[in-house]
Each structure stands twice: as structure tokens, then as C-alpha cells.
């Protein structure tokens, strides 16, 4: 059986779900939630959510929970061809334990909504998506009240919709062609036409000069900030001006109206905690904008990756859909536009710079909230809402959730907080890890002899807990730049990096647990020299030492067995592997080195 995606997936289930649900109860719950994963083999979907009050609405109302089980089985079982069901799972962010929605209990009494008529099934796969906006006031009441008084009555019927839609159903590029008016992409290669092109009115040549027509203003954004110029917009003025259309002037300016660091992509972002539902919803963004989460707006502090983000979404788009008309601009520049547009008498030049785009990405919106910025914020406002009228993709990013922007307008509060709003949190000690390795690989491509142990990598991933990753990743930065002039790439060490980044990292009297640590620990445990310890004498007043402080070397921090015995001046692994196995049996039938390895643990705890 070949995968299903995701996304396709769970659109199906929404369309299916909008049919069967009236629109309060479809706001409320279904809508804001957001598919995680789907495990195939195990037959589990995960869905997410960011309100707890969700999950416990669609727990305790059978209606909701009657149709999201009975939708997305119907597709399940459509698509994989079979007639297992799935396992449905809400979790909720931050949440310590998902909820697992049961199949509906038959003692309810609750009619199983489906998408059928009285004489034909309707087949998922040709269900035209509703356009939430075209469907009137009336539609909506009549299909509600039909709902309720087969719920009261309990009448064992089907519900039948009737629901016409003329739109034809497209997939992929096809469908955001149609609907932002754009060209076709064809695979054929252009031809020339075999008719002559038609003309509104004929053309005709004449003797006489051509009559004069007054210039037509163009949108424009100069490919360089105007610094020291009098006017942000000198190729629009009138002696520069040829006669070409705004979609043309704003292709030739594609490079200073993307501004798109191709390097913030998704594959380059490591989502992990919070960030998770925030990176799933960007690529269902990315895949089909402007369909479900419009606007978009990611919350965090600064240096938690939304800019990052913000950026992948733009380059996944630009990458799937060309044609589309792509704008990212930080709030700060806008604000700048504005007011060089407002001096040199270009406002209309400007609405329609920003009013034709099909995705506008802007960063730090919170910077326009000031009161002195009041004629930026009607202005912006009237943008937000030609393009959302438009049907176009908005986000946002910002370090303040709109209902703390004490000074933005309240119609653009409660517009931002109209769509998805995501929050990104300070990342854990494991995501930490892994965007350290994802850098240090990166690293090595051009310096392969770079080697940073494990216990080095632990080592950032506690000191920068709940930090930036911009202080993580200068922290790399300047300790391998370090490293590098000193020769020391293959000798970077826990202490090593506390040295170079003495003045970068806080003091604290915790101690980071290492190989070093253990041993040194080990050695004062056992009153022996360090240098008897990992030395090659097999004494057992040494050997035994040296095995406990192999075992805790794996057992605690979980380091490789090759780098342990290179610790311990050994050449093979295998003498790390026989020291931990021989520990471990021995505290199987010794209770009193059972009770001497407990309390070094102990203590070792207690001082890290």
C-alpha cells in the first residue's frame, strides 16, 4: 500500500467534516485542529491542537466526536482500500499526555452523519470543496435546523446534503492558477500560434504622429534602499516611465520584492517541542496557501526561529508555484515605504506594490504598534483586508501576541488573531542537541578533522537551555574559529569550551557532568592517582576502579564505547563493553557493590 499524505488526507476529512457539522460547532472544534501525523502501520492519526479547550469539547460533545471518527475512517478506509479503522489522538501543546478519542458508543443515540443521497453514494474523491464564503445565510440555517431535528427525534436515517457546487475540482498548481488568475504551466513547449492574434479594435497605421497619452504610474520598490535619495520610487517618475503593466514591473523586480534568505528552509529548521505544530502548519501553508490558515501568525521571542520559518514558507512556495507574486518585508520597511510614498505624493504607487502580491510575509509587525505610526496601521489594515478579500496568504511574525499590542488598533487585534496563531517556546536540551550536531555537520564539510564529542554537544545543550539559538550558534562559532587557529579541532574538550567561551556563557556553579568529570570523581572516590586510573596496570586496586568509572561513563552521560576507552588510553572498544558488562553482572549477585555504585551515583547527582 502506497503512503498516503497527510495533508491531501485530512483536507478530504475537513471537506467531508464542513457537510455533516454546523458552522459554530465546525469553528469551535474541528477547524483548529491540525493533523500531526499518520502511522499507516500502526494505523494511528495524531492531531494537534493549541486550546485545551478543544480537546475536551470534542471529548464530552458526541456530536462532534461522532462525526470527526466517522469522517475520517470513511476516507481512511476509501484511500487504504480496506476496512480497518484508525485511532484517532488529540494532543494538545504542552500537554504531558495525548487524548485518545474512542469509537462512538452505539448507546448514545446519535445519528452517524455521512455524505450520502437518497439513491447514490457520494464518492470523496469528487467532493468539490464549499467555499465558506458564497454559502448564504439561509443554506446555513436550513441545513442546521435539519441537523438539529434529526438529533432530537433520533431518526435512523441519513442525513441528505444537496450541496452544488459549479467549481470544477483541481489539485495542486492548477487550482491556485484558477483562482489568482494566473497562466497554465504547460509541459509542451511553446509554439507559435497558428491564427493571428485579435485586437480589441482593429489596428491601423497612421501618417500622423502618435497622439500623446499622460504617463501611467507603476508600482515600484527599488532593488537598493534610497539611502541619501530624495524619493524611494525614481524609476516611476515620468521621463523613465514605459508604457508596461504591474504584473511586469513587479516580475522585473522580483529581486527586491522577495528578499528571501534562501538559506531558512525546512529542511534546515529542527522543529522540537512548541515549534513542532508551528513548522506542520507552515508546510500545509506552504503546500496550499491561502486555503485554510490566513492569516498566519507565529509568536515567540526573538532568536526562536520565526523568522526562519517565516522565510521557509516563502521559499517553498516560490519553489511549487513560480508564478506566484511573492512580498517579505520586515514591518520596519514597510513603515518606511509608507512614509517616503506619503512625501514624494506616490501613495497610490504603493497600494498597488503591496495589494497585487499573492503572499505577503511580514516580520516584526509589532514594530508598527506605536501611536505616532497610526497612519501606517489604517494603511496596513486596508491592505490586510484587500488581500484576505483577495484570497491571498498573509504572515505575520512578532514577539508580542496581538492582544498585548497595547497600542495597535483593535481591528487589527482581533484580524491577526482571526487565523492560526502559533507560539514557538525557548527550545529543550534536546532540540538544543540536535541543532548543534545539524551545525557541526555543516561545519565539517569544510573541515573535515572537526571532531566535538558527545559530552561537548550535552554540554551546549544544558548551558543554552531556554536561550536563544542565535547565542547557541555564535557560541559554535566562535569555538571552533578558535579551535581552528589553535590546531585543536580534533581536541575540543568540555573544559576546552569553557575556556573559549568564558565570557559568552553565565556563571553558574553547576557542573557539567563528562568522561573527565567521572573520572576525576572516581579517582578521589577511590583515593588513587588519575594517572593510575586511566593508566594500563591491571591491579585490581586500579583495574576495579577503572571498570566502575567505564560503566558510569555509559550508564550516566550514554557515551559511545570508543570514545570511552580512547578516554582510558585504550585502543579497542571492547574493552569498554567488557568493563560495563562485567559491572553489570557483578551488581546482579554483590549487593554491597550494588550499594557503592548507588552511592557514587548519588553523590555524583548531588554535585551536577
Not at 197 to 221: G, M
Not at 268 to 283: C, D, E, N
Not at 513 to 531: G, V
Request: proline content about 7%.
Amino acid at each position: 500500500m502506497s503512503n498516503i499524505n497527510l495533508n491531501d488526507f485530512w483536507n478530504k476529512v475537513y471537506e467531508d467534516i464542513k457537510k455533516l457539522l454546523p458552522k459554530p460547532v465546525l469553528e469551535s472544534s474541528i477547524l483548529l485542529l491540525l493533523p500531526l501525523t499518520l502511522d499507516e502501520n500502526n494505523k494511528i492519526l495524531t492531531l494537534m491542537t493549541m486550546q485545551p479547550h478543544v480537546k475536551d469539547y470534542i471529548e464530552q460533545e458526541p456530536k462532534a466526536n461522532n462525526v470527526l471518527h466517522n469522517s475520517v475512517n470513511n476516507i481512511w478506509q476509501r484511500l487504504s482500500k480496506s476496512n480497518s479503522k484508525l485511532t484517532i489522538i488529540i494532543d494538545v501543546v504542552a500537554d504531558k499526555e495525548p487524548t485518545i478519542i474512542s469509537e462512538p458508543s452505539e448507546s448514545v443515540g446519535i445519528p452517524v452523519y455521512t455524505a450520502k443521497t437518497t439513491n447514490q453514494i457520494v464518492d470523496v474523491e469528487q467532493i468539490t470543496p464549499i467555499n465558506k464564503e458564497t454559502l448564504t445565510n439561509d443554506s446555513f440555517l436550513e441545513n442546521q435546523t435539519n441537523i438539529e431535528n434529526t438529533v432530537k427525534t433520533n431518526i435512523d436515517t441519513t442525513t441528505q446534503f444537496n450541496t452544488q457546487n459549479n467549481d470544477q475540482q483541481l489539485k495542486g498548481y492548477d487550482q491556485l492558477a484558477q483562482r489568482f488568475g494566473l497562466p497554465p504551466i504547460s509541459n509542451e513547449p511553446p509554439q507559435t500560434p497558428s491564427v493571428p492574434p485579435t485586437y480589441e479594435e482593429p489596428v491601423k497605421v497612421l501618417a500622423q504622429p502618435p497622439v500623446s497619452r499622460p504617463p501611467i504610474k507603476r508600482p515600484y520598490i527599488p532593488e537598493e534602499p534610497a539611502m541619501g535619495s530624495d524619493s524611494l520610487f525614481p524609476h516611476l517618475e515620468p521621463t523613465n516611465m514605459a508604457p508596461q503593466d504591474a504584473n511586469t514591473i513587479l516580475n522585473e523586480n522580483n529581486k527586491s520584492i522577495l528578499q528571501l534568505n534562501p538559506a531558512y528552509t525546512f529542511d534546515t529548521f529542527i522543529p522540537g517541542g512548541s515549534s513542532q505544530m508551528a513548522y506542520v502548519a507552515a508546510q500545509n501553508i506552504a503546500e496550499n496557501p491561502a486555503t485554510r490558515y490566513n492569516p498566519f501568525f507565529i509568536y515567540g521571542k526573538s532568536g526562536l526561529g520565526k523568522t526562519h520559518l517565516m522565510h521557509a514558507i516563502g521559499n517553498e512556495i516560490k519553489r511549487r508555484y513560480p508564478a506566484l507574486r511573492i512580498m517579505c518585508i520586515t514591518s520596519e520597511n514597510f513603515l518606511n515605504l509608507f512614509v517616503q510614498a506619503i512625501r514624494f505624493k506616490k501613495n497610490e504607487e504603493f497600494r498597488n506594490t503591496f495589494r497585487k502580491v499573492d503572499v505577503l510575509l511580514i516580520d516584526d509587525i509589532q514594530f508598527i504598534q506605536d501611536n505616532r505610526y497610526a497612519g501606517t496601521q489604517m494603511e496596513f489594515f486596508h491592505t490586510f483586508n484587500a488581500l484576505t478579500d483577495g484570497k491571498k496568504q498573509i504572515v505575520l511574525t512578532s514577539d508580542t501576541l496581538p492582544q498585548d499590542m497595547d497600542q495597535m488598533e483593535d481591528r487589527l487585534k482581533t484580524r491577526f488573531n482571526s487565523g492560526l496563531v502559533v507560539t514557538i517556546e525557548p527550545p529543550n536540551s534536546e532540540t538544543l542537541e540536535a541543532i548543534t550536531k545539524s551545525y557541526i555537520d555543516k561545519q565539517r564539510e569544510l573541515l573535515p578533522e572537526l571532531r566535538i564529542p558527545n559530552e561537548v554537544i550535552r554540554f551546549f545543550g544544558t548551558t543554552y537551555y531556554n536561550r536563544s539559538v542565535r547565542d547557541l550558534q555564535g557560541a559554535l562559532i566562535k569555538l571552533i574559529s578558535a579551535a581552528e587557529m589553535e590546531q585543536k579541532l580534533d581536541q575540543i574538550t568540555v573544559e576546552y569550551a569553557r575556556y573559549v567561551l568564558r565570557d559568552l556563557i553565565p556563571e553558574t556553579e553547576e557542573t557539567i557532568l563528562s568522561i573527565t568529570y567521572i573520572q576525576d570523581f572516581i579517582a578521589d572516590y577511590f583515593k588513587i592517582k588519575k594517572e593510575l586510573l586511566v593508566g594500563q596496570k591491571r591491579n585490581k586496586q586500579y583495574a576495579h576502579p577503572r571498570q566502575i568509572a567505564m560503566y558510569l561513563c555509559r550508564e550516566l552521560i550514554n557515551e559511545s564505547y570508543p570514545q570511552i576507552s580512547q578516554a582510558f588510553g585504550k585502543k579497542d572498544h571492547t574493552t569498554a563493553i567488557h568493563a560495563y558488562t562485567k559491572i553489570s553482572e557483578d551488581m546482579e549477585k554483590n549487593a554491597d557493590l550494588k550499594r557503592m555504585i548507588s552511592d557514587i551515583i548519588s553523590k555524583i547527582n548531588g554535585h551536577t
